[in-house]
C-alpha cells in the first residue's frame, strides 16, 4: 500500500509528462509540465478578471469593495504564481520544448495580470481621492 508521500508522487495520466521534486518542506511532489501552465492562466486570468470588476466597484462608489477584490484577487495572482515556481523548480528537458508556446503564453497572462494589478490599484487611488473631492 502507497504512503500519502507516495500518493503524492504518483502521476495517474500515462500521457502526462510529470517530473518529481521536494517541495520546501522536504515532500515530494509531483510536477506536470501539460497541466502547470494552464494552471498559471486559469489564476492569473481570474485574478486579471477581478481586478477589473474591482475597478468597477470603485466607479459605483464603494473605495472598501473594491480594494477587498483587489486582495481577493492577489490571492488567485499566487496560486498562479506558485504554479509558475513548480514549473521552473526542475529543469527543462528535450521532452519539454514542445511545451514551451504554452509556457511562454502562460508567463504573458502572469505578467499582464500583475501590470494590471498595479494600474487597477492607481485608479481605484484616484477614483477614491475624486469621490473625497466630491464630498
Do not use: W
Not at 22 to 49: C, Y
Not at 92 to 99: F, N
Amino acid at each position: 500500500m502507497a504512503t500519502t508521500a507516495e500518493n503524492e508522487t504518483m502521476d495517474t495520466s500515462a500521457n502526462s509528462p510529470a517530473d518529481t521534486s521536494a517541495t520546501a518542506d522536504g515532500t515530494a511532489e509531483t510536477i506536470n509540465m501539460e497541466m502547470l501552465p494552464f494552471q498559471i492562466i486559469a489564476n492569473v486570468g481570474t485574478a486579471r478578471s477581478m481586478y477589473v470588476e474591482a475597478v468597477e466597484e470603485a466607479e459605483r462608489g464603494n473605495i472598501e469593495g473594491a480594494r477587498a477584490m483587489i486582495t481577493e484577487g492577489e490571492q488567485c495572482f499566487v496560486e498562479g504564481h506558485d504554479a509558475h515556481l513548480k514549473l521552473f523548480s526542475r529543469e527543462l528537458g528535450p521532452d519539454d520544448v514542445k511545451y514551451l508556446p504554452l509556457i511562454i503564453h502562460a508567463e504573458d497572462q502572469l505578467m499582464s495580470a500583475e501590470t494590471m494589478k498595479i494600474v487597477c490599484e492607481k485608479f481605484i487611488d484616484m477614483q477614491e481621492e475624486l469621490q473625497s473631492l466630491k464630498a
